[in-house]
């Protein structure tokens, strides 16, 4: 949480220097059912760029495709411990596309939330991912304890309204890591 309110801080105090007219953040869908620490510190980001000197636009996207990757980078020999999570898994780019269109706009509030065009489960798509990478490493689905493990797994990172729909699927996002073999 300190991490994510002192950034937004500084690059608030900044950006009012510098005349900029807007802030736009990107943000987590779902991070207001879910807490987990580095959910906690989005909110706490949101609340003060919500509350800073600046108008401002706050984009919420789903997990990136890249995700899985992350998890299986920190796995420790050929285990890679993943959430079972439901996730909807969008494409860095098409967030980017997103952000970008802000750009010149006027400030927004809270825009439609971005997600990908699919519904996974994290341990299928990290599963995926390390046959794309032609890895040998043995995925091991969790269920993390508690209410966070419950609404992770039962959708709570998914969007519940309406929101954009991305056009890259994960499938999609496979054949560039096997492209990179």
Do not use: C
Not at 56 to 71: D, G, K, V
Not at 81 to 98: G, M, T
Not at 115 to 141: C, F, N, T
Request: charged letters at 20%; hydrophobic letters at 45%; proline letters at 7%.
């Amino acid at each position: 949480m300190e991490f994510f309110t002192r950034a937004a801080r500084t690059l608030l105090a900044a950006g009012a220097d510098a005349g900029v007219r807007q802030v736009i953040t990107l943000s987590i869908v779902g991070i207001d059912d879910v807490a987990l620490g580095y959910y906690l510190g989005k909110r706490a980001q949101e609340e003060v760029v919500r509350n800073g000197p600046l108008p401002w636009s706050i984009l919420r996207a789903t997990q990136f495709h890249q995700f899985p990757e992350q998890l299986l980078d920190s796995a420790v020999g050929p285990f890679a411990i993943v959430p079972n999570s439901l996730s909807q898994p969008v494409a860095a780019v098409d967030v980017a596309r997103a952000l970008v269109a802000q750009v010149g706009r006027p400030a927004a509030g809270y825009l439609t939330p971005i997600a990908g065009p699919e519904r996974l489960r994290m341990a299928d798509m990290a599963r995926r991912l390390v046959k794309a990478q032609g890895s040998h490493k043995i995925v091991v689905p969790v269920r993390l304890p508690g209410g966070v493990g419950k609404a992770m797994a039962g959708g709570a990172l998914l969007p519940s309204d309406g929101y954009t729909e991305g056009r890259q699927t994960f499938a999609d996002y496979l054949r560039q890591v096997e492209g990179r073999r």
